[in-house]
Structure formats: structure tokens, C-alpha cells
Nanobody, 124 residues
Framework: QLQLVESGGGLAQPGGSLRLSCAAT????????IGWFRHVPGKEREGVAC????????TYANSVEGRFTISRENADNTVYLRIDSLKPEDTAMYYC?????????????????WGQGTQVTVSS
């Protein structure tokens, strides 16, 4: 059974950067599209980025385009999300998720396997 564990969150200053990691155990990530999502209590969960199974396709939410970068190292069974130019509104719990995907594509919805999340707080 695929399990995902996020790490790399924490307290960061506005304008800074963070790199979140999503490590998989129990199965290889090859063949899975991976998405990153964030959730603030009282708001809907937002899909912010996804990457196709071979890393060829990346998709970003308009709200984060240009500041977020998703990448994957299939050999390490890990997917990353780099956040640059951090803003207070980036404060949220960040989750990664995986979905088997035959095509070389990804979507910001429809994921089966989820991690427990890592908290990102942006504050001076």
C-alpha cells in the first residue's frame, strides 16, 4: 500500500523560500501523477501543483504560478514542492497526493492516496 509522508514545512519569513518533500513508501511512485494541495481551516482545499508520472508535465494553479515549482526524483521515490517569495497567504497545511495515471498528464483533482500534511506558516 502506497504511503506518503510530507516534510519540510515550518515557520518562514515573507519573501523566503521553502522546499517541501513528499516521500513514498510501500510502492514506487513510477506510474503515479503527484499533486500538492493546501488547506486553510474554513476554506476549501486548493490544488496548487501537479506533475505527471515521468515529470514531463507540470501544472500550477493560477494563484501560485511563477512562485511554486514541483519536481520529482523517481529514483528516490520523492516529489518536491519549492515555494519562493513566500507570502503570508501561503500559510496552510500542505498535502501531497498520488494517483495512478496511464497518460503523461496530471490534474489538480481526483487523487486517491494522501499524506498527513506538513504545516507551512509564513510570518515575520
Amino acid at each position: 500500500q502506497l504511503q506518503l509522508v510530507e516534510s519540510g514545512g515550518g515557520l518562514a519569513q515573507p519573501g523566503g523560500s521553502l522546499r517541501l518533500s513528499c516521500a513514498a513508501t510501500g510502492s514506487t511512485l513510477e506510474g503515479y501523477a503527484i499533486g500538492w494541495f493546501r488547506h486553510v481551516p474554513g476554506k476549501e482545499r486548493e490544488g496548487v501543483a501537479c506533475i505527471s508520472k515521468s515529470g514531463i508535465i507540470e501544472t500550477y494553479a493560477n494563484s501560485v504560478e511563477g512562485r511554486f515549482t514541483i519536481s520529482r526524483e523517481n529514483a528516490d521515490n520523492t516529489v518536491y514542492l519549492r515555494i519562493d517569495s513566500l507570502k503570508p497567504e501561503d500559510t496552510a497545511m500542505y498535502y501531497c497526493a498520488a494517483q495512478p495515471f496511464d497518460q503523461e498528464n496530471c490534474h489538480l483533482y481526483g487523487y486517491t492516496f494522501w499524506g498527513q500534511g506538513t504545516q507551512v506558516t509564513v510570518s515575520s
